[in-house]
């Protein structure tokens, strides 16, 4: 492995282990939007959280530019969506991870499993 795979690989292992930790101050998770409420975030929000306490109401806060600051592996790299055989979309790191909250209803700890296994 390069030193470049081992410092994307890192970003993603750090990035799921951020989201684990935010999802643990909201329990439920929000689709469609970063926060839902006082108990819902998103895998991206929830990352975020996982980075910086937040208001309980954080609805309408957008993390992304702090994330993708943070998390260059968000927009840097390209990836294949893993949400099965029919769908062939190719994104962003960031946007693969919304896809897979949004569209295929992936649960957080999904997202932070499937990020641990990327090289």
Not at 24 to 42: E, L, V
Not at 44 to 69: F, I
Not at 71 to 90: A, I, Q, V
Request: include cysteine; charged fraction near 30%; aromatic fraction near 10%.
């Amino acid at each position: 492995m390069t030193e470049e795979e081992k410092k994307a690989h890192h970003c993603e292992k750090e990035l799921a282990q951020f989201i684990r930790s935010g999802a643990s101050r909201r329990p439920d998770q929000a689709f469609g939007d970063y926060y839902r409420g006082r108990s819902a975030s998103c895998a991206l929000g929830a990352a975020y959280e996982g980075m910086y306490r937040l208001p309980q109401q954080a609805g309408g806060l957008r993390p992304t530019k702090d994330l993708e600051w943070f998390f260059d592996c968000l927009e840097g790299s390209l990836r294949k969506c893993p949400g099965g055989n029919d769908c062939h979309k190719t994104l962003s790191l960031a946007a693969i991870m919304v896809h897979l909250n949004d569209d295929h209803r992936w649960t957080r700890e999904d997202i932070a499993q499937w990020l641990e296994t990327l090289k």
